[in-house]
T-cell receptor, first 115, second 114 residues
Framework: EAGVAQSPRYKIIEKRQSVAFWCNPISGHATLYWYQQILGQGPKLLIQ????????DSQLPKDRFSAERLKGVDSTLKIQPAKLEDSAVYLC?????????????FGPGTRLTVL | AQKITQTQPGMFVQEKEAVTLDCTYD???????LFWYKQPSSGEMIFLIYQGSYDQQNATEGRYSLNFQKARKSANLVISASQLGDSAMYFCAMRDLQGGKLIFGQGTELSVKP
């Protein structure tokens, strides 16, 4: 079974530029998550999708971050314009459905550096 | 609000010895799940073990076991017979009643010495 795929793996941009990340979850997984992991910290949820609907985006900086999950499969996360403090690893995860016990499967992450 | 606390920024252990990584949590939900993930230097998050709040027995997965003390709100990870490949960051996380997001602690960096 293929795991969660993310691209690109690394991205370097200058502040005020735009950037987009792509995630392809495990086939059949209804729930998709985007986490931001700043160096030295644990991941923090940015947005959660159930199929193609948003379940939780309470910690998404909506003035600059946007995300979509068309057709309930792939997802893209965009930052426009980027700030220095957006430098982090962006992790995508998926799970079969919601539920307390369901494991989340993580992708390899995209490491973003904003100069 | 839910919170996970890992008070050990770094730990050292000798190869083949056991090590305990501490995790305490805070929640008012009666139903929750506790997870441990391993993050090697390559960056991916690897699921290790899960404990449900209503589980009567401590979870075990191979060399990993979770010492769940509900009254103390602690969920410590025990790694037996440490291996060099166990060197990594370890994160404790909690999932709430609605089964949504994971809330992570700050992590503990484990170094296994030969």
């Amino acid at each position: 079974e293929a795991g969660v795929a993310q691209s690109p793996r690394y991205k370097i941009i200058e502040k005020r530029q735009s950037v987009a990340f792509w995630c392809n979850p495990i086939s059949g997984h209804a729930t998709l998550y985007w986490y931001q992991q700043i160096l030295g910290q644990g991941p923090k949820l940015l947005i959660q999708f159930q199929n193609n609907g948003v379940v939780d985006d309470s910690q998404l900086p909506k003035d600059r971050f946007s995300a979509e999950r068309l057709k309930g499969v792939d997802s893209t996360l965009k930052i426009q314009p980027a700030k220095l403090e957006d430098s982090a690893v962006y992790l995508c995860a998926s799970s079969p459905r919601g539920g307390t016990s369901n494991e989340q499967f993580f992708g390899p992450g995209t490491r973003l550096t904003v100069l | 609000a839910q919170k996970i606390t890992q008070t050990q920024p770094g730990m050292f252990v000798q190869e083949k010895e056991a090590v305990t990584l501490d995790c305490t949590y805070d929640t008012s939900d009666p139903s929750y799940g506790l997870f441990w993930y391993k993050q090697p230097s390559s960056g991916e998050m690897i699921f290790l073990i899960y404990q449900g709040s209503y589980d009567q027995q401590n979870a075990t997965e191979g060399r990993y076991s979770l010492n769940f003390q509900k009254a103390r709100k602690s969920a410590n990870l025990v790694i037996s017979a440490s291996q060099l490949g166990d060197s990594a960051m370890y994160f404790c996380a909690m999932r709430d009643l609605q089964g949504g997001k994971l809330i992570f602690g700050q992590g503990t960096e484990l170094s296994v010495k030969p």
